[in-house]
Structure formats: structure tokens, C-alpha cells
């Protein structure tokens, strides 16, 4: 099993609309780096593709939104989740409380049993998977063929100036005739992370924020996972 790589488990969460907002008009604090930090980037991307292909390691708060239509009722309400999301190199780490997932630029998912101290392959990619899948780790994301990448606005969010990039999938429309849609809000003072992501699916909507963010990524986060790639 995957954990959350597919990203749509059914979930009750606040209203997905309102509980974004709140988030994105700055409930929590994010680590602004310094003029220095910001130019020791060596080249600045050229396209919304390239600007998602090249993310900064960080550690920080991610919060999972995700509503799923109910009829005319539009969609329900619930909680939210909140994990702890990190990048470095070509992983990214998710500790969801109860367990810890990496994820690899092949879009493997490794998971670490703590009882046992060991780092055990969880998943293998899925040729099968639906195109928006994965989102969440724009890095790899990036990577996918036929996803077309544009940007079409600015935005703000936690007081960050964002660019909006969409990502849409040729042919990908529900039966009932409506898109499916992913955005990625990219902020330009924080090394062109991408701070938040939309997934608006026709019947189920699915929001990531991270907050708290900071640059300073500690070596233990990974330690295991570097372990496994150097024995390998």
C-alpha cells in the first residue's frame, strides 16, 4: 500500500473553501530566506515546468484538505490533517504521526518500520495511475509526459506573493463533461517553493498548504533512506 501517494483517501474536513482561506490568509508563520540565501540560486527557471522541476529542500507542516461532492449538497465538511512533510535531494519525506514514507524521483514509496529500525520498500510505481496522482511532490510531478504546465495568475498566499501554474492533462474529462485540473501556487520569495496545491477533481477537491516552513533541513530526517541508497 501506498501511503497517500494516491492522494484522495475519503476524508471529512472542514469546508474545503473556507478552511484554505484561512490557511492561505496566514494562520501560521514561514521562514523567509535571506537576500543571501535567494542569490546563491545559480539560474532562475525559464518555464512553469522548470519552475516545479526545481525545488528547494525544506522541512514544514503540511496541511491535507479533502471534500467529496455529495449531489446538489455540494461538498461535505469535515476535519483536517496536519503531517510532517520534508524534501532533500531527490526524496521527500512524509511522517503522518504513525508512520514514515519517502519517496523517490522514480515515484517509489519507501517506509520505515520503527520496531524493526529497517527501511523496507512500500510501493512500486503504478503504470496504471490516474494523471493528477503524485501531485504533491511537485518535483516528480514535473517529470510527467503529456501534463501541460501554464501559468495563469498570481496569488497570495500566508502573505506570499504566488505564481498560479496550471496543469491540465489532454483528454482528462469526467463523464459529466467537466475537467480536472491541478494548481500549483509557486512562492517567489522563498526560493520558488511551491507553497500550496489544488486538486479539483469533478466530484472530490484536495488542497495541500505548507506552513512553518524552513530551509535548514536536518541530515537525520534522511539518514535512513541515504543508508539504503548507498548500500544498494
Given at each position: 500500500?501506498?501511503?497517500?501517494?494516491?492522494?484522495?483517501?475519503?476524508?471529512?474536513?472542514?469546508?474545503?473553501?473556507?478552511?484554505?482561506?484561512?490557511?492561505?490568509?496566514?494562520?501560521?508563520?514561514?521562514?523567509?530566506?535571506?537576500?543571501?540565501?535567494?542569490?546563491?540560486?545559480?539560474?532562475?527557471?525559464?518555464?512553469?515546468?522548470?519552475?516545479?522541476?526545481?525545488?528547494p529542500d525544506f522541512v514544514a507542516d503540511e496541511i491535507l484538505f479533502s471534500a467529496e461532492k455529495r449531489?446538489?449538497?455540494?461538498?461535505?465538511?469535515?476535519?483536517?490533517?496536519?503531517?510532517?512533510?520534508?524534501?532533500?535531494?531527490?526524496?521527500?519525506?512524509?511522517?503522518?504521526?504513525?508512520?514514515?514514507?519517502?519517496?523517490?524521483?522514480?515515484?517509489?514509496?519507501?517506509?520505515?518500520?520503527?520496531?524493526?529500525?529497517?527501511?523496507?520498500?512500500?510501493?512500486?510505481?503504478?503504470?496504471?495511475?490516474?494523471?493528477?496522482?503524485?501531485?504533491?511532490?511537485?518535483?516528480?510531478?514535473?517529470?510527467?509526459?503529456g501534463v501541460k504546465f501554464e501559468v495563469v495568475g498570481t496569488e497570495k498566499i500566508q502573505e506570499h506573493?504566488?505564481?498560479?501554474?496550471?496543469?491540465?492533462?489532454?483528454?482528462?474529462?469526467?463523464?459529466?463533461?467537466?475537467?480536472?485540473?491541478?494548481?500549483?501556487?509557486?512562492?517567489?520569495?522563498?526560493?520558488?517553493?511551491?507553497?500550496?496545491?489544488?486538486?479539483?477533481?469533478?466530484?472530490?477537491?484536495?488542497?495541500?498548504?505548507?506552513?512553518?516552513?524552513?530551509?535548514?533541513?536536518?541530515?537525520?530526517?534522511?539518514?535512513?533512506?541515504?543508508?539504503?541508497?548507498?548500500?544498494?
Open positions: 500500500m501506498r501511503v497517500l501517494s494516491k492522494p484522495f483517501i475519503l476524508l471529512t474536513v472542514c469546508v474545503w473553501l473556507t478552511a484554505f482561506c484561512n490557511v492561505a490568509c496566514g494562520q501560521s508563520q514561514t521562514t523567509v530566506p535571506t537576500d543571501k540565501q535567494i542569490s546563491n540560486q545559480t539560474s532562475k527557471p525559464t518555464s512553469p515546468r522548470e519552475l516545479l522541476a526545481t525545488q449531489g446538489s449538497l455540494g461538498f461535505a465538511s469535515g476535519h483536517r490533517l496536519v503531517f510532517k512533510k520534508a524534501k532533500k535531494d531527490e526524496y521527500y519525506r512524509l511522517d503522518t504521526g504513525v508512520v514514515v514514507v519517502y519517496t523517490d524521483a522514480g515515484n517509489r514509496s519507501f517506509k520505515y518500520d520503527a520496531k524493526r529500525k529497517k527501511l523496507e520498500l512500500d510501493t512500486e510505481p503504478d503504470a496504471k495511475e490516474d494523471w493528477y496522482e503524485g501531485a504533491d511532490n511537485p518535483l516528480f510531478f514535473s517529470k510527467k509526459q506573493d504566488c505564481t498560479k501554474i496550471r496543469a491540465t492533462k489532454e483528454g482528462a474529462i469526467a463523464e459529466d463533461g467537466e475537467t480536472e485540473e491541478v494548481y500549483f501556487y509557486v512562492a517567489k520569495d522563498l526560493k520558488n517553493l511551491v507553497l500550496a496545491t489544488e486538486i479539483l477533481l469533478p466530484n472530490r477537491r484536495t488542497s495541500y498548504v505548507l506552513t512553518n516552513v524552513s530551509f535548514n533541513v536536518p541530515a537525520a530526517l534522511f539518514k535512513d533512506v541515504a543508508a539504503k541508497t548507498t548500500n544498494s
